[in-house]
C-alpha cells in the first residue's frame, strides 16, 4: 500500500485566511516530512468538487473562522465520507457561538463571566453594563472585532455602531475579568500543560499580540499554583467534553489573583481549530508533553474520522 493521502484544508474566504494559510502550510511541511503524500487545497467554494476528483484518505482541517470551523466544512466531509481531524459539525458550530457554548459550559459547572448578547446599534447612546466589559461578535475568532471598555469610559464604544464594522449585528457584551491569560489544550481525551499567555506591549491578547512577531510571550508551565494549575487543566477537559469535541481543543481563561492565590478563574471560550505552527500554543503544549510537531500531527491524521 502506498502512503496514507492527506488534503490539508487551509486558506479559505474568512477574516482569518492569513493565519489558516500559515497553519496549513506548517502542518503540509510537517506530515510531508512524516512520509504522508499531501495534497495543498486553498479552499474555494468549489471545494465539494476539489475533494470529490482528490479522494483523499483524510482531510486534514487547517481552516480557521466561519466556515472552516462552524460546522459547515464537517457537513462538506461528512457528506462526501472524507474521514478529518479535530471536532465534528454539531461540536464545531456550537464551540464557534459564543453565546451558546457559555450556555453549555456554564451547566456543566464551568465558570463564565457575566454576559448578555445583543443588536449592536442598542450600544449607542448608553453603557448596556457597568463598565469595565468586553464586547466581541458572537461568531468570529482570533480576537477580530473585540473592544474592551474600560472604567473611565463615559460613552459605549462608537466603533460597534458604525459602517465599519463588519462583524455581524450580534455582538455578545461581557464582563472584564482583570487577570492573566491562561490557556490548555486538549489532545484526545487529555489535557495538555497550561499556558500563560503575556502580551508584550499590546493591552489585551488581541490579533497583533497573537500573530504577529514579538506581540507576546508563552510561558510554559504557567507560573501558578498546582492547585490552579490542575483546575484550569479539569476545566479545559470539561469544556472539551461537554461541546462534544473531538482531537484537538484549547481553552482561554482569565485568571484574577490581585486579591488571593484562589483568585478568580473564568472560562472564556474554547477553540476547535487552535493554530497549528510550530510555535503556536497547543502544538508548543503537545512538545512539552514529549510529541514532537510531525509525531502530533500524525496522531491527528490516525484520530481523523466522520460522525464526530
Known amino acids: 500500500m502506498g502512503a496514507k493521502h492527506v488534503a490539508v484544508l487551509m486558506g479559505g474566504f474568512s477574516s482569518e485566511r492569513p493565519v489558516s494559510l500559515s497553519s496549513g502550510n506548517a502542518c503540509a511541511d510537517a506530515l510531508e516530512k512524516e512520509g504522508f503524500r499531501v495534497s495543498r487545497i486553498d479552499v474555494g467554494h468549489d471545494v465539494a468538487d476539489v475533494l470529490s476528483g ?9 481552516l480557521h473562522g466561519p466556515f472552516g470551523e462552524d460546522g459547515t466544512i464537517q457537513g462538506v466531509l461528512e457528506y462526501l465520507q472524507i474521514p478529518y481531524t479535530h471536532s465534528g459539525v454539531l461540536a464545531s458550530a456550537l464551540a464557534m457561538d459564543k453565546e451558546r457554548a457559555k450556555c453549555v ?22 453603557h448596556p453594563m457597568a463598565p469595565p466589559y468586553v464586547v466581541k461578535p458572537v461568531r468570529e475568532g482570533s480576537s477580530f472585532g473585540v473592544v474592551i471598555v474600560k472604567e473611565d469610559q463615559s460613552h459605549p464604544p462608537q466603533v460597534i455602531s458604525s459602517g465599519d464594522w463588519r462583524y455581524g449585528d450580534t455582538v455578545m457584551v461581557e464582563r472584564y475579568i482583570y487577570g492573566r491569560e491562561l490557556t490548555c489544550g486538549v489532545m484526545g481525551d487529555k489535557p495538555l500543560g ?25 510561558v510554559l508551565p504557567a507560573p501558578i499554583s498546582p492547585k ?6 479539569m476545566l479545559a477537559l470539561k ?20 486579591q488571593s492565590e484562589d483568585g478568580e478563574l473564568i472560562w472564556l471560550e474554547i477553540n476547535t481549530q487552535p493554530g497549528m505552527t510550530p510555535t503556536s500554543l497547543v502544538p508548543e503544549m503537545a512538545a512539552h508533553a514529549g510529541h514532537s510537531f510531525g509525531e502530533f500531527l500524525r496522531w491527528m491524521v490516525e484520530d481523523a474520522s466522520c460522525l464526530r
Do not use: W
Open 54 to 62: 482528490l479522494k483523499p484518505d483524510v482531510a486534514f482541517n487547517a
Open 105 to 126: 459550559a456554564a451547566a456543566q459547572g464551568v465558570p463564565v463571566a457575566e454576559a448578555k448578547v445583543m443588536n449592536r446599534f442598542d450600544i449607542v447612546s448608553e
Open 194 to 218: 497550561v499556558t500563560e499567555v503575556v502580551p508584550q506591549g499590546h493591552g489585551f491578547y488581541d490579533f497583533e499580540a497573537k500573530y504577529a512577531a514579538g506581540g507576546s510571550s508563552h
Open 228 to 233: 490552579i494549575y490542575q483546575k484550569v487543566q
Open 239 to 258: 469544556a472539551h467534553e461537554a461541546m462534544g469535541c473531538r482531537g484537538v481543543s484549547r481553552s482561554d481563561f482569565r485568571y484574577d489573583d490581585r
